[in-house]
């Protein structure tokens, strides 16, 4: 597959052109076979009839019958191939539109997350499936249907030609007075809908702050203008659909008075006017489908397109050579880096290296940006300047799939998923029990996990037992050690923790430090900091300090005396004295 040229959703479409084309082939017979009863009709009308003989009848009856059958057996396996195609589709996409769908969530920081490229690949897939494709692959076959009808008669081919005009004209203005509403109606229920899941989300926050009412409000706004779309495109559409069906009955009741016309005057025999009515009918049908099922075409296509920009973007990522299991060893250059969809850098022209094994503890005041390096440093967020590398290779040429395993994060805002906690500790890998307690026991919550309900193999989530803010925290941070990684970023891991919980932090601390991690740890707490080898501090996104913790807290030390010599100073109102000013630079580390 050229990956420059194009993406996995028409890479999959041009993998099942044969089946297509099947279908298109088996139309033919369909639409062929689709003549029968017309000529059933005329044979009954000008041989059976004149002849009285029902030999004559009962074998062109059996004739019919058989062709009929062949019809039903043909329009079955029709269907099935589209049925298989769908399957198809989803078998070949729906891991890369799920793996497009969690890139474009990380990419916005988590505010466009959603499964909506997922949702649109189902609709997708059910509008291959449904009756409204295969006027598609019926209408191109007007022509043969109309040269039929010459045969019959000019007057016949003549009023079809002016019948399939006037159905076309209209799916035109159907076209061009409806799609562009059902498009951005679709475009604002998809926005709505965003909105409202983010605020699920939320229910506790609003339901104790009197929030609901409110949201509710900016909700109905949003619903008003996506049904003032629809109802407006939905009215226009259902007049026209009203029109084709009302002209196409018209038209073959006009087919049936010009053959009576015909037959009154001996130009053809009573069997073609039936005919000429009933082919009429089949030969406009797909057309009238078409108007009819213009509203799911429209959508499909608003889905196809959503589908290829968010495959476009997943193409556009190269792929990566496999390097060797990381040691720890960080190294940061000139970064800045701002948060998804930002312009504004958050860190600024930050450089400093941590040697394999070290446990850097991050502080600094709030929005000093914090949780912001944390996540350049794993790679999350990519950099606007400047590099990151980790043993010297830049984080992001690394495959992620590979370098996962090395790596341990725990987010401020914990989220485990429905499973069981042996799942969410092993990541949802291949479970190995000795792994599992070893990253429980490292984090201190072994002992925790035995007292719930079923231990390890309590079920967490929508169905599952609810734990307690802590209690995530502690299995958070199991799942950050659980391999034994060799980077691990800890963002305030004992924000939620008691007193023994800090203790388990601590000697976790000492456990990862034995392994050879590299730790990063952003906390408020002075509990940690006996076990740091060394400090960073930030303050408005840029590195003030950096160095041996002994030193960095010596030198903090004397920038808060500095402080308060000159705040006693200023309240007796005399000068400050003359302090030696404190270096604000980052103190390098020992080599």
């Not at 062109?60 to 099935?80: A, C, P």
């Amino acid at each position: 597959m050229n990956r420059s040229h194009e993406n996995n959703l028409q890479a999959a479409l041009k993998a099942c052109r044969g089946s297509f084309l099947s279908v298109g082939f088996f139309s033919l017979f369909v639409n062929t076979l689709m003549l029968v009863p017309t000529f059933y009709m005329i044979q009954v009308s000008g041989r059976v009839v004149p002849s009285s003989s029902t030999s004559t009848l009962i074998m062109l009856t059996l004739i019919l019958t058989i062709l009929m059958l062949t019809l039903g057996s043909l329009e079955w396996v029709r269907s099935r191939i589209m049925v298989r195609i769908s399957n198809r589709l989803d078998v070949l996409l729906s891991r890369d539109v799920y793996r497009a769908s969690f890139r474009k969530a990380l990419n916005s920081g988590g505010m466009d997350a959603s499964a909506q490229s997922l949702n649109d690949l189902t609709s997708l897939r059910q509008f291959l499936t449904g009756n409204g494709l295969f006027a598609f692959f019926d209408a191109p076959w007007l022509p043969v249907y109309t040269a039929v009808m010459f045969l019959f008669h000019p007057w016949f081919g003549w009023m079809t030609v002016i019948s399939a005009v006037v159905l076309v004209t209209l799916a035109y203005v159907n076209h061009r007075y409806t799609g562009g509403a059902l498009a951005e109606a679709n475009k604002q229920s998809l926005t709505a809908n965003l909105h409202t899941t983010k605020s699920l989300r939320n229910a506790e926050v609003i339901e104790s702050m009197g929030m609901l009412d409110t949201l509710m409000g900016r909700w109905a706004v949003r619903q008003r203008r996506v049904l003032v779309l629809q109802s407006g495109a939905s009215d226009k559409s259902g007049v026209i659909t009203s029109i084709s069906k009302t002209f196409r009955a018209w038209a073959q009741s006009m087919m049936l008075a010009a053959g009576a016309y015909l037959v009154i005057t001996h130009e053809i025999n009573p069997g073609l006017m039936m005919a000429g009515s009933i082919l009429l009918g089949r030969a406009l049908a797909p057309i009238d489908q078409m108007i009819g099922s213009w509203k799911g075409f429209v959508s499909a296509r608003v889905q196809y397109q959503r589908l290829n920009e968010t495959l476009d973007k997943l193409n556009a990522e190269p792929e990566r050579m496999s390097l060797p299991d990381p040691e720890g060893h960080l190294q940061v250059e000139g970064l800045f880096v701002a948060p998804p969809g930002a312009k504004a850098a958050v860190i600024k022209n930050i450089s400093f290296v941590t040697p394999a094994g070290s446990i850097v503890g991050i502080v600094g005041p709030s929005a000093a940006g914090k949780s912001t390096l944390a996540r350049a440093l794993l790679g999350i967020w990519p950099p606007q300047h400047g590099v990151v590398r980790l043993d010297g290779a830049d984080i992001s040429a690394w495959d992620k799939q590979k370098l996962g395993p090395h790596l341990g994060y725990l987010p401020q805002d914990i989220e485990l998923f429905e499973g069981s906690i042996s799942d969410n500790i092993a990541r949802f890998g291949k479970i190995e029990p000795d792994k599992v307690v070893l990253a429980a026991r490292t984090a201190g919550v072994h002992e925790m996990i035995l007292q719930l309900p079923d231990g390890y193999d309590t079920v967490i989530g929508s169905e599952g037992l609810n734990l307690s803010g802590g209690q995530r925290q502690r299995i958070g941070l199991a799942r950050a050690v659980y391999g034994s990684p060799r980077l691990i970023v800890l963002d305030e891991p004992n924000s939620n923790l008691d007193e023994v919980g800090e203790r388990a932090l601590g000697v976790a601390l000492q456990k990862m430090k034995e392994t050879g991690a590299t730790v990063f740890i952003i906390s408020h707490r002075p509990n940690v900091l006996s076990r740091l080898d060394r400090i960073m501090v930030l303050n408005s996104g840029t590195l003030t300090m950096y160095g041996p913790r002994d030193q960095v807290i010596a030198e903090l030390a004397q920038q808060q005396a500095k402080a308060q010599a000159q705040a006693q100073a200023q309240a007796q109102g005399q000068n400050p004295p003359r302090v030696a000013p404190a270096s604000t630079g980052a103190i390098q580390p020992s080599a």
